[in-house]
């Protein structure tokens, strides 16, 4: 990055000045209505334009209750864009994002959308780097989260024992006492599924959660991820056709910001639109 | 892994040896002072007596940045003003008590007032005959202005240096709205001429001492109330929003309101120090609002080291006294060499003093091991090494 991207980024009025933001007031986080709906996760006609360039146009897709989805697409096609769109991150310049029936994702802040039942594994892991990782699954497990009730609170034997099996469930019993900062780049991706899957969501979100990871590893993390779905829905962004063969039941392909195809791994790989901008390069 | 309490945070290593150091250092000064005369070698003035306490309330105030700094991220070039404002209330208290002794023997209306030809006390000095009232505001006062200030910026997300910024203004601010003299806090002379404070006379040296381990105590509160907060969940939570606040946003932290939570209480406690110190240096003025004290507090915790509260006490004792020391000979070079201490530190010892001798201790650790955990320092290499 150019020292000139560095200032803007540390400049950026709409984080610095969040006031500055029109629009963008939060509603009071209300009880998920998945209701009769088979979706639990509604984008409708998302556009995001940076600058002018649309990073997502368009974009309609629907997440069903209890999916695993794959979402594959280019470099740039916005795949991560359509995540920070669901995670609050980002706020479309238009269109309608909804979570069940009733949440209107567009008006929450991340804050509330977390506590809605929606969790995240960032592309880049973002872990808390000076926690060790028990703390770091501390931090993440749901409960109540004020000020004051972290300051009485003290970890029960049941949340210990939770925290710990999570922390087996992604392979870090081993070095839970381990500064998550000191982590190799496959365990920050763990511990970073081990963050959501403390949280309890309803709706995981999950970017590129098996690179730097070894064979081995990413066999398990497939493992982990097929077990999820059912019970949780799960969005996984990958470029690892191989890992995406291993476990997807339904593809969507992204492509400049909005749907180029959908279905099965194979109905997809012989789409000739798809093999022409992606499979095909 | 243990969750501290109150009463646990107490009773653990660090703050026992802290107030073990702080209480008894208090007490030897005290002895050496009241038992000895004043012609013997061992004798300790009042004047070094009221030295020491006044490094005391710096060393408070520091804890107070380290919690929001050290802790939370939060680079708060203000902390002067909360400081500042406890003393103002305790200053005001101690301006009632002297009633009629005045250069103008107004029983009601301290001499500012009466100079300024006003013919009764405005309302908001009302109360401050009452030491519990004035203990009351020197709680409420700072705390309400964090709260209101920081409930605005950190809603706003206003953070880093525009933060810095804002915070440094409103010191600014608050300076010059006190020297105006229609504010009615005496203007550029501000609160002085104290006589005495719930009976006892400042001037005489038990109270001097009296005020010496009131503020050794409520340090050594003070920092166990901090090893309680950092020690906690809500400690993590706000060391995780130093680290990565967004992050801490998307696992559902609503992260605004715990800065604000600790800015709050971190101004509570500058307050507090402020109000130990006036009496003890029996003035205050708008000076005490000066942008440059604040700067000043970020060297200390800088120099001793941020995010471990000792830390921060350490640095305020011993660059005060190397001012104090520094400004008898050369007064002029203290702000060029405070400036170059900061550089220094910042360069050379991102830790503080004390990262760096936790950091030679560990070294020293590595070369020569304890005995009993020689098997245990075997590298998994060599463990592994047919
Ligand atoms: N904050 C931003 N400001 C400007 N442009 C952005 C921003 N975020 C994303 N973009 C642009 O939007 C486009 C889509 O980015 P996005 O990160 O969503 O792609 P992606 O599909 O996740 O790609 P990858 O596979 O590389 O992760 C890219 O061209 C990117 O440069
Ligand atoms: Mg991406």
Redesign the interface.
């Known amino acids: 990055m150019s020292a000139l991207d560095n200032l803007r980024d540390?400049f950026r009025r709409d984080?610095?000045?969040?006031?500055m933001r029109q629009g963008t007031r939060a509603v009071a986080p209300g009880q998920l209505d998945s209701g009769s709906g088979k979706n639990i996760l509604y984008l409708e006609d998302i556009t995001v334009s940076f600058d002018g360039f649309k990073a997502l146009n368009d974009l309609t897709l629907y997440i069903q209750t209890g999916e695993l989805r794959c979402i594959i697409g280019p470099n740039g096609a916005g795949k991560s864009t359509m995540m920070d769109v669901i995670?609050g991150?980002t706020r479309p310049d238009s269109g309608t994002c909804f979570f069940g029936q009733t949440l209107d994702l567009t008006a929450m802040?991340?804050?509330d959308i977390?506590?809605a039942g929606i969790?995240?594994k960032f592309q880049k892991p973002?872990?808390?780097?000076?926690?060790t990782a028990?703390?770091n699954l501390?931090?993440?497990m749901?409960g109540p989260?004020?000020?004051?009730h972290?300051?009485?609170?003290?970890?029960s034997g049941e949340q210990t024992n939770w925290i710990e099996d999570t922390l087996a469930t992604v392979g870090l019993l081993e070095d839970r006492h381990k500064v998550a900062g000191l982590l190799s780049h496959g365990q920050k991706q763990w511990l970073e599924i081990g963050?959501v899957l403390m949280?309890k969501p309803q709706l995981l979100l999950v970017d590129e959660p098996i690179a730097g990871m070894t064979r081995q590893e990413v066999e398990r993390t497939g493992e982990l991820l097929k077990s999820l779905a059912g019970k949780h829905s799960v969005v996984v962004v990958e470029h690892d056709m191989e890992f995406i063969r291993s476990i997807a039941s339904t593809v969507t392909v992204l492509h400049q910001g909005s749907v180029l195809a959908e279905g099965t791994m194979e109905q997809v790989q012989n789409d000739p639109k798809v093999i022409e901008v992606y499979l095909g390069e | 892994?243990r969750?501290s309490?109150f009463k646990s945070a107490f009773s653990d290593r660090t703050a026992k040896t802290f107030m073990g150091v702080l209480l008894g250092a208090t007490l030897v000064v005290t002895l050496l002072n009241q038992f000895f005369p004043p012609d013997s070698p061992l004798h300790v003035s009042a004047y070094t007596v009221t030295l020491l306490g006044k490094y005391l309330c710096y060393a408070l105030l520091a804890l107070s940045l380290d919690l929001v700094w050290g802790y939370c991220g939060i680079l708060s070039l203000g902390h002067g003003a909360f400081f500042a404002l406890g003393g103002y209330a305790m200053g005001m208290y101690l301006m009632r008590q002297i009633g009629d002794r005045g250069v103008y023997g107004n029983p009601e209306l301290p001499d500012f007032m009466v100079f300024l030809n006003w013919d009764e006390l405005p309302w908001y000095w009302q109360g401050f005959d009452q030491f519990w009232f004035a203990a009351l505001m020197i709680l409420l006062v700072p705390g309400l202005l964090a709260f209101v200030f920081g409930w605005l910026a950190f809603?706003?997300?206003?953070?880093?240096v525009?933060l810095s910024i804002i915070t440094q203004a409103l010191t600014y601010a608050l300076m010059l709205a006190f020297f105006r003299n229609e504010l009615g806090f005496g203007g550029n002379n501000g609160l002085t001429d104290f006589k005495e404070l719930l009976g006892f006379s400042l001037q005489s040296d038990s109270t001097r001492v009296g005020l010496l381990i009131a503020t050794a105590l409520s340090l050594a509160i003070a920092f166990v109330l901090c090893r309680w907060?950092t020690g906690?969940?809500?400690g993590?939570?706000v060391?995780?929003v130093r680290?990565?606040e967004?992050?801490?946003?998307?696992?559902?932290?609503?992260?605004e309101?715990?800065k604000l939570?600790i800015f709050t209480v971190s101004a509570i406690l500058a307050g507090i120090a402020g109000a130990l110190y006036v009496p003890q240096v029996g003035i205050i003025n708008p000076g005490e609002f000066s942008p440059l004290n604040s700067i000043e507090l970020v060297v200390w915790v800088a120099v001793g080291g941020r995010a471990t509260l000792y830390g921060a006490v350490i640095g305020a004792i011993l660059v005060n006294y190397g001012k104090t020391i520094f400004t008898g000979v050369m007064p002029e070079a203290w702000l060029f060499a405070l400036g170059g201490l900061f550089v220094a530190v910042t360069v050379f010892l991102p830790q503080g003093l004390v990262g760096l001798v936790s950091q030679r201790w560990a070294a020293l650790r590595k070369q020569f091991p304890p005995k009993k955990t020689n098997n245990d320092t075997l590298t998994p290499a060599e463990g592994e090494a047919p």
């Open positions: 540390t984080q610095v000045f969040d006031f995670t991150k802040s991340e804050t977390a506590m969790g995240r973002t872990v808390f780097p000076e926690h028990f703390e501390e931090l993440a749901n989260r004020g000020p004051w972290s300051l009485f609170t003290r970890l963050m949280q | 892994m969750d309490t809603r706003s997300r206003v953070t880093g525009y907060i906690s969940k809500l993590r939570v060391m995780a680290d990565a967004s992050r801490a946003r998307f696992v559902g932290y609503r992260t309101h715990y939570w």
